[in-house]
Nanobody
Framework: VQLVQSGGGLVQPGGSLRLSCVAP????????MGWFRQAPGKEREFVAT???????EHADSVKGRFTISRDNAEKMTYLEMNNLKPEDTGVYYC?????????????????WGQGTQVTVSS
């Protein structure tokens, strides 16, 4: 399963971006989705996850600023990012889990997008 990401780019601190992820050719039924990110020199970290039924969890570092959502009919998952900070800079990955329950653990996800760069800088 190939997940295809779009969005990202360069934004000033306080700005907003929206990341999108589509799973073409695959039903979203009973699949949780997640977003992770990796900054230079750091390990991949959890950002947000959403269950098949729409229950969501966000990392403490992004709560109140980022929102994960999904459109099962369109096979899309989104990450809305507001009030971006320089420490949000990194490569963002969407991931699909072959279970309807969400998870904050990267090892629970079998399928990954190609990654998209987000740079927050003035």
């Amino acid at each position: 399963v190939q997940l295809v990401q779009s969005g990202g780019g360069l934004v000033q601190p306080g700005g907003s971006l929206r990341l999108s992820c589509v799973a073409p050719g695959r039903t979203m039924s009973n699949s949780a989705m997640g977003w992770f990110r990796q900054a230079p020199g750091k390990e991949r970290e959890f950002v947000a996850t959403i269950s098949w039924l729409g229950y969501a969890e966000h990392a403490d570092s992004v709560k109140g600023r980022f929102t994960i959502s999904r459109d099962n009919a369109e096979k899309m998952t989104y990450l809305e990012m507001n009030n971006l900070k320089p420490e949000d800079t990194g490569v963002y990955y969407c991931a699909l889990r072959s279970s309807g329950d969400y998870s904050i653990m990267a090892q629970d996800y079998a399928y990954w997008g190609q990654g998209t760069q987000v740079t927050v800088s003035s």
